[in-house]
């Protein structure tokens, strides 16, 4: 009885702690959205066929983060790809990492806040964002995205959107499971 009740008690302090680590990151004093948690590379890659990239297409990768989204957007597939990073470190890293793979007229970094960019002329939004921040960006998404826009959720959904297309990634060689929703405009 007493191991069922720690289990429960713990149950219960990791579920506010998640909880209040949603909100504190939603509502950051440095403007932050998220933390910075890179999205490994095969699943990357899955995000870009799961939204069905072609080059010369315009992407963008939202919180950014060391650009590994964007880089591999340009390098492998030929598009238009844009970042869009408020941490001045990460930001300063990925375009280093651009410009030094030779990728400036493919690939960029923004410095700024995701919330304050028009993404009117996206084909292709990838975004690995808490539900809170998902929130947020909904409204600026259903006013500026053009019809047959795609996005790509990496692990959380839009709750008031019908995904088009889940796909689940058991194990992304790091022992960790994934899912992405493709959501079409």
């Not at 590994?68 to 375009?95: C, F, M, N």
């Not at 923004?110 to 409204?139: F, M």
């Amino acid at each position: 009885m007493r191991l069922n009740a720690t289990f429960l008690l713990l149950g219960v302090l990791l579920t506010l702690g998640l909880w209040a680590q949603e909100k504190s990151a939603a509502k950051n004093e440095d403007g932050k959205l998220a933390p910075y948690f890179p999205t490994p590379l095969t699943v990357v890659d899955k995000m870009l066929q799961l939204g069905e990239l072609k080059a010369g297409e315009r992407m963008y990768d939202l919180g950014s983060g060391d650009g590994r989204i964007v880089i591999l957007a340009a390098r492998k597939y030929k598009a238009d790809a844009t970042g869009v990073e408020l941490d001045d470190a990460l930001y300063k890293q990925s375009a280093q990492r651009i410009k030094t793979l030779g990728l400036e007229p493919l690939a960029r970094i923004v410095h700024g806040d995701l919330l304050q960019q028009d993404y009117s002329t996206s084909d292709l939004l990838t975004i690995y964002l808490l539900p809170v921040a998902i929130e947020k960006v909904t409204p600026i998404f259903e006013k500026q995205l053009k019809k047959g826009a795609r996005i790509v959720a990496h692990d959380f959904e839009f709750p008031k959107w019908t995904a088009a297309k889940i796909l689940d990634i058991d194990d992304d060689g790091e022992g960790r499971s994934h899912r992405l929703y493709l959501y079409r405009r």
